[in-house]
């Protein structure tokens, strides 16, 4: 056992528990932060895009030193069926600024990066460790942890369970439930490896600006689902995730659904001649608002993908798993200073600091969104992408058809599909879910 | 194996970089006669095909190429049919990029 005590244990060093143990570290607390890859960012996956807002607030020069891969000028959304894309795009050169708004990031580069940030605040960081238990006293107050090492009891004021979408530790100390099949997504990822000029020339971007392409429709195979494409460097990240609930409902396998995305005529010129070089899956929490578990508790907070806080309609979590992390520490750092003990009483201050931030505010409003989208999905996911795809079509594909005519094909193509009461009901349903 | 699309997992894992854990399977399927649906699920669901149903009709797991996605426990943990655990400190698959 670690003779030693700690006013704060972090278990992982993802996005969450970097910033929860960077700013412990900082603010003079005595934190160990314990990882069980070789180092940090190497179990760690995302698409991934940085949100610098988040990010500044924990490493404000982060720019100077942080490996970044392209920041972001033009957003593209796909609507897809099996042979269109219906694209909304959106480029700026207000993008083009001194610190820009978002970036593409290689997790493993940047994760590395991040906790040597840690280290220098002063936390000790122990990889190649994993955590097995939670360790209680005789009144359920969490007082440290169990680790695989020799002697591996740890203990501390208070545990930070940073311990991602997958964590076993609250579950098997029974403070939260295991996420459920229709709660996470699996997305399964591959790095497709180009030369840098030909990134550039096939996004139409220079130097270091990137593009995202994020892709619904037929590709997830009217399951629950989105398709990514982020131009890195020399790389192309790409992916698709769907829940696995319904992975499990209609028998696709997820290499399938990703060869058949990379397949598709709108995405394989994008890739043409890559080298493939890492095969990556992981479980993105979908549940919302409505699936957030308890936070806090005697002696333990929960952080990022582990509490569920990942906004799946804006595609953003590192940002709410940086600043949740960020938050817990200066709520422990506040119970901490006035001398106050780590009780489920004093921690419900990260609760009130998190329900007043973005995190809480944005999941509350898309509240209703997964109940929507996870059980009307072979509606949003194939009827309107194809809907969509035959009404432009038939829009721009110039035959000697009067216009007239041509509109009321489309109409009768959608009422057929869906019928009045049903597209009425669809939109009224997505505007209340949407509000 | 070879599905749908002609894809191999064999061949999208071997770009994969694992430090495996000789003989410390991190996931084990329970003794079972007859594989219950939750099981039989995973055989599909499992990004690294590490499920394969034997010539007894049972299911069995290989987990040597797992990424440790967490699928499979989601599922059929819960049911009772598999016990999950990550590998020990440092083993496992160790993503270059993530």
């Known amino acids: 056992m670690i003779e030693e005590r700690f006013d704060a244990i972090v278990v992982g060093a993802g996005m969450s528990g970097n910033a929860a143990a960077l700013t412990l570290a900082k603010r003079g607390l005595k934190v160990l932060q314990i990882e069980r890859g070789e180092y940090a960012g190497s179990k760690n996956v995302q698409g991934a895009i940085l949100y610098a807002d988040m990010l500044e607030k924990l490493v404000p020069n982060f720019r100077e030193d942080a490996p970044l891969e392209r920041h972001l000028v033009e957003q593209r959304f796909w609507i897809m069926d099996n042979k269109s894309h219906t694209g909304l795009h959106y480029r700026s050169e207000d993008f083009n600024e001194e610190r820009p708004n978002r970036y593409t990031i290689i997790r493993s580069q940047f994760d590395r990066w991040f906790s040597s940030k840690v280290r220098e605040a002063g936390a000790i960081v122990l990889c190649e460790t994993t955590v097995t238990e939670l360790v209680k006293d005789a009144y359920g107050k969490v007082i440290g942890v169990i680790t695989d090492r020799q002697d591996g009891e740890v203990h501390a004021d208070v545990v930070v369970l940073a311990e991602g979408v997958n964590g076993l530790l609250g579950t098997r100390a029974d403070l939260r439930e295991r996420p459920k099949p229709d709660n996470v997504a699996l997305a399964v990822k591959e790095m497709h490896f180009l030369p840098r000029e030909t990134i550039e020339a096939r996004f139409n971007i220079k130097g270091d600006e990137g593009v995202v392409i994020e892709a619904a429709g037929t590709i997830s195979a009217g399951m629950t689902g989105m398709g990514f494409v982020y131009a890195n460097k020399e790389s192309v990240s790409l992916g698709i995730g769907c829940l696995v609930s319904d992975f499990q409902k209609t028998g696709e396998t997820p290499y399938d659904l990703l060869e058949r995305f990379k397949n598709h005529p709108s995405v394989a010129p994008l890739l043409e001649g890559s080298e493939v070089k890492e095969y990556a899956a992981h479980l993105i929490p979908e549940g919302g608002y409505n699936a957030i578990p308890n936070l806090y508790g005697d002696g333990w907070v929960v952080v990022g993908d582990a509490a569920q806080l990942n906004n799946a309609m804006h595609r953003e979590g590192s940002n709410l798993a940086m600043t949740s992390g960020r938050l817990a520490a200066e709520a422990i750092f506040q119970v901490k200073s006035r001398r106050d003990p780590m009780t489920k009483e004093n921690l419900e201050l990260y609760k009130k600091m998190l329900d007043d931030s973005f995190v809480i505010k944005d999941l509350k409003k898309y509240k209703d969104m997964p109940a929507l989208l996870h059980t009307q999905s072979q509606n949003f996911f194939l009827t309107y992408p194809q809907l969509v795809s035959k009404a432009l079509q038939n829009f721009v594909r110039v035959d000697g058809t009067p216009k007239k005519e041509k509109e009321k094909t489309t109409l009768k193509q959608w009422v057929a599909a869906r019928s009045w009461t049903g597209l009425f009901g669809d939109a009224f349903r997505f505007a209340r879910a949407w509000r | ?98």
């Not at chain 2, 749908?4 to 003989?23: C, S």
């Not at chain 2, 003794?31 to 939750?38: E, G, I, R, T, W």
């Open chain 2, 1 to 98: 194996m070879s599905t749908e699309t002609g894809v191999r997992v064999e061949d999208k894992l071997y770009q994969n970089r694992y430090l495996v854990d000789a003989g410390q399977a991190h996931i084990k399927v329970k003794p079972h006669s007859k594989p219950s649906p939750a099981l039989l699920s995973l055989i599909k669901a499992c990004p690294a095909h590490c499920y394969e149903i034997n010539s007894n009709g049972q299911v069995e797991v290989a987990p040597d190429g797992c990424m440790e996605c967490g699928t499979c426990r989601v599922i059929a943990e819960g049911t009772g049919d598999i016990e999950w655990n990550y590998p020990r400190g440092g083993y496992g698959v160790l993503f270059k990029f993530g």
